[in-house]
């Protein structure tokens, strides 16, 4: 799933557990990949959720700022990679020693660093620990996941921690853009 040409692209998403929508400009260059989304839904009484995430070439997230707006207020959480840890509004997180990926909770985008490094073979797959940002909250927990491979563009999301239990279907594009998330997500295309 690797690129050779830079490209930009618009994606939008449509929440299938409640009403939300989410717009990204994503832009892939040869020096690293940059996202910026704004999300609207009614989870938690309804807010907005504003996040610009910065990949290395290899989309490995090196950074990820996260605004939300809801009855409470505005609030913003900040979360870089620090070696092999995480430094969240600047602070040291050592209980996020080794988690691999942040996973923002009010987007599918989150899915695609793992994605792409999960094995490309039918039956294999790729677990991993996992800063978990639960955005309206603006936490940030330690949690893990696997992605198992069921073929070029389907894979299966099994949650192995804080949502332990929770199991969906997910089918992707070549890049390793979720395309359908079962009980959360699904791509559309805007009019026209």
Do not use: K
Not at 21 to 46: D, F, H, K, P, Y
Not at 96 to 109: I, K, N, Y
Request: net charge negative; proline share 6%; charged share 20%.
């Amino acid at each position: 799933m690797r690129n050779s040409v830079e490209q930009s692209m618009q994606l939008f998403w449509r929440r299938t557990d409640m009403d939300g929508l989410e717009r990204l400009t994503l832009s892939i260059r040869q020096q690293g990949v940059e996202a910026r989304s704004t999300v609207l839904c009614l989870e938690s009484g309804g807010c907005r959720i504003d996040y610009s995430w910065t990949l290395d070439a290899a989309w490995h997230t090196q950074s990820l700022t996260v605004e939300r707006w809801n009855g409470e207020g505005h609030g913003r959480l900040h979360l870089v990679r620090a070696g092999t840890g995480w430094r969240v509004n600047g602070a040291p997180r050592p209980d996020l020693d080794g988690a691999a990926e942040p996973d923002l909770s009010v987007t599918p985008f989150c899915n695609t660093p793992p994605i792409r490094r999960t094995p490309a073979t039918p039956g294999e797959h790729l677990t991993l620990d996992t800063a978990f940002i639960d955005g309206p909250a603006l936490t940030v927990a330690r949690s893990r996941q696997r992605y198992l491979r069921q073929g070029p563009n389907a894979l299966r999301y099994i949650d192995l921690g804080l949502s332990s239990g929770f199991e969906a279907d997910l089918t992707v594009d070549d890049l390793g853009l979720v395309i359908s998330y079962e009980h959360l997500f699904q791509r559309i295309a805007p009019p026209g």
